[in-house]
């Protein structure tokens, strides 16, 4: 895995493409079609991410089902996702990266034992480090689910470290290297969640207990740290005003867009009005931005954007209409994920 630093349950069969397919948990699913194992795959990942985020344990069985026998989709790289997994980074890789993280936010420890058993198939490809920082992940979200304190924080993210083999000032010192260990970038990531999280749930001093930390060698830590301290309507126009001002669109550029998505009903509301100020004027041409309302409105569902693109078809710019026609060939069900480890 190479670092820059800077939804459906489905336990049974799929119907992907009106093609039938075999079952999560058996043997691997195989697909024909490269627009139907896209869908798939924007379908699947973004399931994971949401069971994830809401912490919603019931599904970890089905986590742990669909990283042992994920599907075989044969298309090789997922458009725009990051990070940055080189020849590695296949549609597995990320889902499995994706899977990882989720299941280190449940904090179930009963699947434990079975992460473990998938150590030697997770080093193959290169994820034997975020396995690692998963596991301590669940065994400090086991013992301190909601901290109710700095203290407590403290607590939590001592623990944490201890499941990694590292005590703070080791972890600081592989931080503050010209080339960080990679595993010491993934538990800044985890630790800087899990203390944000905390902020947002009302402990206002609980940033304190990430405060020495090089946030500088890591974008997406730095940027959940900012973000955490917003409101959502600040967060959606503060990402928007950032990405709109990116001339090109790289690893910060995605993780902005992912953390963007996230924002849910908020930030749709602000696309939607900085949309139609735009659609308002029949010169407008998305020149400039055409990679921004191209990625941005892909990381919201078909049902969100389909009276958008109507609208947009109707444009009297040529350049709108192109826009969207190029937007609606690659929905198709779920939106599209940026980051498969934010």
Not at 98 to 111: K, M
Request: glycine residues 8%.
């Amino acid at each position: 895995m190479r670092l820059m630093v800077v939804s459906v349950t489905i336990m049974g069969s799929l119907i992907v493409g009106g093609l039938l397919c075999g079952a999560v948990g058996g043997s691997s699913l195989w697909y024909s079609d490269k627009v139907a194992q896209e869908r798939e795959f924007y379908s699947l990942i973004a399931r994971v991410r949401t069971i994830g985020l809401e912490r919603d344990k019931k599904h970890a069985a089905w986590l742990m089902e669909l990283l042992k026998h994920p599907p075989n989709f044969t298309f090789k790289y997922p458009i725009g996702t990051v990070p940055d997994g080189g020849q590695l980074g296949t549609p597995v890789w990320h889902l499995k990266l994706a899977i990882l993280v989720a299941l280190g936010r449940l904090g179930d420890s009963q699947v434990v034992s079975e992460l473990e058993a998938q150590r030697y198939a997770l080093r193959q490809v290169g994820l034997e480090g975020q396995l690692d920082v998963t596991i301590a992940r669940i065994q400090a979200e086991a013992s301190i689910p909601h901290p109710r304190s700095l203290s407590e924080c403290q607590q939590k993210i001592n623990l944490f470290l201890q499941g990694i083999g590292y005590n703070y000032d080791t972890w600081q010192s592989k931080l503050r290297t010209q080339s960080p260990e990679l595993k010491a970038i993934l538990a800044m990531r985890q630790a800087v969640e899990m203390a944000c999280n905390a902020y947002t749930d009302g402990i206002l001093e609980a940033l304190l207990a990430i405060n020495h930390l090089p946030l500088q060698r890591d974008y997406p830590s730095a940027l959940r740290v900012r973000l955490c301290q917003l409101t959502p309507e600040a967060r959606s126009a503060w990402l928007f005003e950032a990405l709109k001002l990116r001339p090109i669109f790289n690893t910060e550029a995605f993780y902005e867009i992912q953390a963007f998505a996230d924002c849910g009903a908020v930030s749709w509301n602000y696309l939607l009005k900085q949309l139609h100020l735009r659609l308002a004027d029949p010169t407008w041409k998305p020149v400039q931005e055409y990679r921004l309302w191209h990625y941005i409105l892909l990381s919201f569902t078909d049902s969100q954007i389909a009276g958008v693109l109507v609208q947009m078809g109707r444009h009297p710019s040529q350049e709108v209409q192109q826009l969207a026609g190029d937007i609606k060939r690659r929905f198709g069900g779920s939106p599209m994920v940026f980051a498969s480890d934010w």
